[in-house]
């Protein structure tokens, strides 16, 4: 069993920057591919960024690309994402999950079997 916490949501102006944290438990971290997702009211859950086991290979939505960094600590379990430039469409619960199946590396909401409680970000324009 894989247990997620976030932490570092807040609310914020246009153009600053927040960085969230993830923490988890479980032994086998180091082997799991990490995801941050966001949902916005009335939309789905959508895809925000992903890194790979070891850190070496990552990806971003376009709609965040050269302005979140997703990274992980593996000797902390932990995963962060690092918000710059932050937009007020950013306004969304963002969640930390984990994808411990191993395989194909994905940023579809149904590879991932373990999600945390997310935590609220808000962009005030």
């Known amino acids: 069993q894989v247990q997620l916490v976030e932490s570092g949501g807040g609310l914020v102006q246009a153009g600053g920057s927040l960085r969230l944290s993830c923490a988890a438990s479980?032994?086998?971290?180091?082997?799991?591919?990490m995801g941050w997702f966001r949902q916005a009211p009335g939309k789905e859950r959508e895809f925000v960024a992903l890194?790979?086991?070891?850190?070496?290979?990552?990806s971003y939505a376009d709609s965040v690309k050269g302005r979140f960094t997703i990274s992980r600590n593996n000797t902390k379990n932990a995963v962060y994402l690092q918000m710059n430039s932050l937009r007020p469409e950013d306004t969304a619960v963002y969640y930390c999950?984990?994808?411990?199946?191993?395989?194909?590396?994905?940023?579809?909401?149904?590879?991932?079997?373990?999600w945390g409680q997310g935590t609220q970000v808000t962009v005030s324009s």
């Open positions: 890194v790979n086991w070891s850190g070496g290979i990552t």
């Open positions: 479980g032994r086998t971290f180091s082997t799991y591919t």
């Open positions: 999950a984990a994808d411990a199946q191993g395989g194909i590396i994905s940023g579809r909401v149904d590879a991932y079997e373990y």
